[in-house]
C-alpha cells in the first residue's frame, strides 16, 4: 500500500457553501448541486434503455471528465503553494466529498515536468457501481463510468496531457470493491478502445448499433443462471457455482469447504437439483449432531435384535437416498469406526445394516461437507488419510459472506420477500444507510447471521415503512466515519458540532484568554496551518483575504 498520505481537507470543506434562501450551493465558484442517487440510477437506466450500453457510456464518461478537469483548476487555485502532491489530491478528496466515491491512493508516481505519470487507486462505496447493480444486476464488464472519465479529466488537466484511466476491477462484476489505473494513453497499447468514449458522438450515427447491443443484452440474459435455491454474483460465489456446475453432470464425490453458515447444505441442494439425480430423494444429515453411537445406524440401517431396543429393521440414510444424492454435513466429526465404513461404501458401493451380514448394492451421490481443517485432523489422527483422499477428489471452498459483499444486497432481496411472507409484513425495503451497514458488517456467523438480522428488521419495521440501521442491529454501529452537517454560516462542521462548540468554549473561558486573544491565537494558528499563506489561512478561517488583513493590521496598531 502506499505511504501517501491525504492532507487536511478544511480548505476544500471550507469552499463549499449553502444558500437556502436563493437555491444555490457553491464550490468556490462553481455552482453545484445535490442528487439522490436514485436520480442518477434512473438517468442510467434511461440512457442505456433508449441509446444502448456505448452510448450511455459515451454520455456519462464526458460527463464525469468536464467536472473532473472543472477541479482542476480549483486545485492550481487552492494549492497553488503547496506540493506537486498535495495539489494533486485534490481530485480524489474532492471526488470524497462530493460523494461519489471513497479514494485510497496505491501507488502515485509523477513528474509533471516530464510528463511522467503512474496511478495506482482503490475505490470503495461507489455510487455508480451500486445504482447499476441496482438496476441492471452484476455485470460483466466495469461500469464506473462516470467516475473513471472525472479521473481522467482532472488528471489530464492537470498534467496538460491525456491520462487515461482503466478500471481493473469493478464492485458491479462481483468484487469488493473496484480498482483503477492511469497512465499517458499512448502508454496503452489497446487505448483505441477507450479513447472514443471521450469524443463528441453523433447519437444518430450509432443507431444502427442498437441491435446488436439488443442481441448481446439477450446473450447475457439468456446465460445459464444458478437455481432459485443459490443467490450470488460475487467473483467469489461465482467460482464456487461454476465448480459445482461442471461436477453436477458427473459422478464424482465432491467435499464443500467453508466456515459456518457459509450455506454449504444450499450448494448441496444445487448441485441435486443440477444434476441427473434430481428425480430421486436429496438426503441430509449432520453427522455432528448425532450421538457416535447411533451414527452408524443412522447412516447404514440396522436389522431387528442388533442391539438392545431394536425392535424393527430399519434403512439408513444411504438406503433412503438411493438414486439420489447424501448430503454429510460436518464430515469431520464422524468417529473412526464409521469412517471406515463409509470409505467401504465408496469404494465398493455396498453397505451392510447393524447386526446383518448381507451387503446390499446402492447408488448414492455422496456430497461431503466440513469446517474443520481435515489436512490438521489427519496428522492428528482424528481422521483417517485414505477416507480424506477418497473425499478430497472434487473440493470447492464457499467463500465467506465477508468475502461476498457485493452479494448482500440480492441476499437482503430474497430474504425480505420471504421473511415479510412469513411475518405477514409489506416493507418498502432497507434504507441505504442500513444497506451500508449491512455491508460494512463482518458476519462472523455468515448467510445464517444475515437471515437473523433480516428477520429481526422486518419484525421491528412499521408496516409499509423502511428497515432502518436501529431495526437491524441493537447496539450501535461504527460502519460510518463521523458525519458532517450544514452550520449556521452554511458551512459543513461536525453533526455534534453543538457539543463540541460548547466544550471549546469552556475551555477558552476556563483559561482566561479573553476575546481578543482568542483571536489572535486562532489567527496565527490558521496561518501557521496554512504554510503562511495568508489567503489560505483566510478560507481556513472562512473570511475573505482583505477581512484578515484588517485584523493582522489591527493587531500590529495595538502592539
Known amino acids: ?121 482503490l475505490w470503495e462505496n461507489s455510487v455508480e457501481a451500486e445504482v447499476h447493480v441496482r438496476e441492471f444486476g452484476h455485470a460483466e464488464h466495469p461500469v464506473c463510468w462516470m467516475q473513471i472519465g472525472y479521473a481522467s479529466g482532472y488528471t489530464s488537466a492537470f498534467m496538460g496531457r491525456f491520462i487515461l484511466f482503466k478500471e481493473t476491477e469493478c464492485m458491479a462484476t462481483g468484487r469488493n470493491r473496484c480498482r483503477i489505473v492511469g497512465k499517458p494513453v499512448e502508454e496503452w497499447p489497446d487505448a483505441a478502445d477507450y479513447t472514443p468514449y471521450y469524443e463528441a458522438d453523433s447519437i444518430v450515427s450509432r443507431m444502427l448499433e442498437l441491435r446488436s447491443e439488443v442481441d448481446a443484452l439477450r446473450a447475457t440474459l439468456e446465460r445459464r443462471l444458478p437455481p432459485p435455491s443459490l443467490i450470488g454474483s460475487s467473483a467469489g460465489f461465482r467460482h464456487a457455482y ?58 447404514f440401517g440396522v436389522e431387528r435384535g442388533a442391539f438392545t431396543g431394536a425392535q424393527v429393521s430399519r434403512m439408513g440414510k444411504f438406503e433412503r437416498a438411493d438414486g439420489g444424492t447424501l448430503f454429510l454435513d460436518e464430515v469431520g466429526e464422524l468417529p473412526l469406526a464409521a469412517q471406515a465404513k463409509l470409505l467401504r461404501v465408496l469404494q465398493e458401493g455396498e453397505i451392510e445394516r447393524l447386526g446383518d451380514d448381507r451387503t446390499r448394492k446402492i447408488n448414492v451421490r455422496l456430497v461431503a461437507a466440513t469446517n474443520v481443517d481435515l489436512h490438521a485432523a489427519v496428522k492428528a489422527g482424528r481422521f483417517r488419510s485414505d477416507l480424506f483422499y477418497r473425499l478430497n477428489v472434487y473440493p470447492v471452498v464457499i467463500p465467506p459472506l465477508r468475502e461476498r459483499v457485493a452479494d448482500i444486497p440480492l441476499l437482503v432481496e430474497a430474504m425480505l420477500k420471504r421473511f415479510g411472507a412469513l411475518h405477514g409484513k409489506r416493507l418498502a425495503g432497507v434504507t441505504d444507510k442500513a444497506l451500508r451497514a449491512l455491508k460494512g458488517h463482518a458476519w462472523p456467523g455468515n448467510i445464517r447471521e444475515l437471515e437473523n438480522t433480516i428477520e429481526r428488521g422486518v419484525i421491528l419495521a412499521p408496516q409499509d415503512e423502511w428497515i432502518e440501521v436501529d431495526h437491524l442491529f441493537a447496539g450501535p454501529q461504527d460502519f460510518e466515519a463521523s458525519q458532517e452537517g450544514i452550520n449556521d454560516a452554511g458551512s459543513l462542521s461536525a453533526a455534534d458540532a453543538k457539543d463540541t462548540t460548547d466544550t471549546l468554549c469552556n475551555q477558552v473561558i476556563a483559561a482566561g484568554m479573553g476575546l481578543d486573544g482568542f483571536e489572535q491565537a486562532l489567527i496565527q494558528h490558521a496561518v501557521k496551518e496554512a504554510k503562511g499563506n495568508l489567503s489560505g489561512a483566510a478560507r481556513l478561517l472562512g473570511i475573505t483575504r482583505p477581512q484578515l488583513n484588517y485584523r493582522l493590521k489591527k493587531k500590529e496598531a495595538s502592539v
Open 1 to 121: 500500500m502506499s505511504d501517501i498520505h491525504y492532507p487536511q481537507n478544511a480548505d476544500l470543506r471550507s469552499l463549499l457553501r449553502f444558500c437556502s434562501e436563493k437555491g444555490l450551493i457553491w464550490l468556490d465558484e462553481s455552482r453545484m448541486i445535490l442528487m439522490h442517487a436514485a436520480a442518477l440510477s434512473e438517468l442510467r437506466k434511461e440512457l442505456i434503455n433508449s441509446l444502448g450500453i456505448d452510448q450511455a457510456r459515451r454520455i456519462l464518461t464526458r460527463m464525469g471528465y468536464a467536472a473532473g478537469a472543472r477541479d482542476a483548476e480549483l486545485a492550481r487555485k487552492i494549492r497553488g503553494d503547496h506540493s506537486l502532491q498535495d495539489a494533486f489530491v485534490v481530485g480524489p478528496q474532492l471526488h470524497m466529498l462530493e460523494g461519489m466515491v471513497h479514494v485510497t491512493p496505491f501507488k502515485l508516481d509523477f513528474d509533471k515536468d516530464a510528463s511522467h505519470f503512474y496511478g495506482d487507486f
Open 242 to 299: 461454476t465448480l459445482i456446475d461442471k461436477a453436477a453432470v458427473t459422478q464424482v464425490t465432491v467435499l464443500l469447504l467453508g466456515e459456518t453458515g457459509v450455506g454449504k447444505e444450499r450448494f448441496a441442494r444445487a448441485l441435486h437439483e443440477m444434476s441427473p439425480r434430481a428425480g430421486g430423494p436429496f438426503v441430509a444429515i449432520n453427522c455432528a449432531a448425532l450421538p457416535h453411537d447411533l451414527i452408524e445406524s443412522e447412516l
